[in-house]
């Protein structure tokens, strides 16, 4: 199989399942038991939240661990709310993952105030439209660093700067962006999650501006830091400070491979097929392209062997067209017509060329140009 789907989740690393299998095996204590084999997994625990904060790199803050990013961004949004007093505007993003839309909406049910902000033809946020919408009455702004469908990068830093300039906090979606491209200083949280940068699903994290904690979420034993309740799993802590560590260490090498790649499938297109999203500013390992007619999703019935998605695999089986697209402005027919390969370190670039020229190729055939 050739995997070019690496926005809905990435191989994981063997570093990271060789420094699991340690603490799903014989190292299993309960890292929140005083007992000495208790002390070693709650260190290792330390050590793998010492690595994730690393890889993010803000300053003047603390991580927690949480059980995914949805969660984080759940925690962060649904939190930060309950403590705010005299405060009821949220204002986030048209393209925003659901965690967080569907989050937002679920507040606005609740009595607070929702503004969604447009985007352009290109994916991005015009910062004027940002400024106008903010007042002393918004409490948290929630912007994506990078879209998971079409891989934009928003100026995360200025928008966190207009938030800060009315007293708002400042929400940044960090998943598709850690370990790919730098998280600017400006959030007051950020969410992250493992399974996107080589290591095991089931674990996220939300990194907190110290003195802007959110209120817990979850309720029981504070294990958290008195902040999030939970028996927290060592084996997917480490995990994640594995692969966070590796994201660290070999980001630059990372990149230049992913740039490798970028050219070659974009080499190998026929000048059919459009690229959705900003050309500049936008991370080169998400390639979303659209060519008007065709039926993408017959395209991926056709190459089984070939792993790419019509956009979030969190929707792919709704049977919408995708938020995003729409928002960009396509047609739904337009953007039943996208598709999104996603790929990264263990892409090799046979693997890229073999399937966008399969692609393109299936995709002639039904529109009557096969060669």
Not at 47 to 57: D, H, L, N
């Amino acid at each position: 199989m050739i995997y070019l789907d690496y926005q809905a989740t990435t191989p994981v690393a063997p570093e990271v399942a060789d420094a699991m299998r340690p603490w799903i095996e014989e190292k299993f204590a309960n890292p929140h038991s005083p007992s000495r084999w208790g002390r070693e997994a709650a260190a290792a625990i330390e050590m793998a939240r010492k690595e994730v904060s690393e890889a993010i790199g803000l300053t003047g803050g603390r991580l927690a661990f949480t059980g995914s990013a949805t969660e984080a961004l759940n925690w962060a949004l649904k939190g930060t709310l309950e403590k705010t007093k005299g405060r009821n505007r949220i204002v986030t993003v048209a393209t925003e993952h659901a965690a967080v839309l569907d989050t937002c909406e679920w507040l606005k049910g609740r009595g607070f105030d929702l503004t969604r902000l447009p985007v352009g033809a290109d994916g991005l946020l015009n910062l004027e439209n940002v400024k106008a919408e903010l007042d002393d009455r918004v409490a948290i702004v929630a912007v994506m660093l990078v879209n998971n469908e079409i891989g934009v990068i928003q100026p995360i830093a200025e928008i966190a700067e207009l938030a800060h300039e009315v007293g708002a906090l400042m929400l940044c979606d960090a998943v598709q962006g850690l370990g790919r491209v730098e998280i600017p200083e400006g959030p007051d949280l950020a969410a992250v999650s493992a399974h996107k940068i080589h290591g095991p699903k089931g674990i996220g994290a939300l990194w907190m501006r110290d003195g802007v904690e959110p209120a817990p979420l979850i309720h029981g034993g504070g294990q958290e830091m008195g902040l999030r309740s939970g028996t927290l799993s060592p084996a997917l802590c480490v995990g994640f400070g594995v692969a966070a560590k590796l994201a660290t260490e070999r980001r630059q090498s990372d990149h230049e491979h992913v740039e490798e790649l970028w050219i070659a499938a974009g080499s190998s297109l026929m000048t059919d097929w459009i690229i959705n999203g900003s050309m500049t500013q936008r991370y080169h390992g998400n390639l979303n392209i659209c060519w008007p007619g065709v039926d993408a999703a017959r395209i991926i019935a056709e190459l089984r062997d070939v792993a790419f998605s019509l956009g979030s695999a969190c929707a792919s089986g709704s049977g919408r067209p995708s938020h995003v697209l729409r928002a960009i402005g396509l047609s739904d027919r337009d953007a039943r017509s996208s598709i999104r390969l996603g790929f990264g370190r263990y892409t090799s670039k046979e693997e890229v060329l073999d399937a966008v020229n399969r692609i393109d190729a299936a995709a002639r055939t039904q529109r009557g140009l096969a060669a």
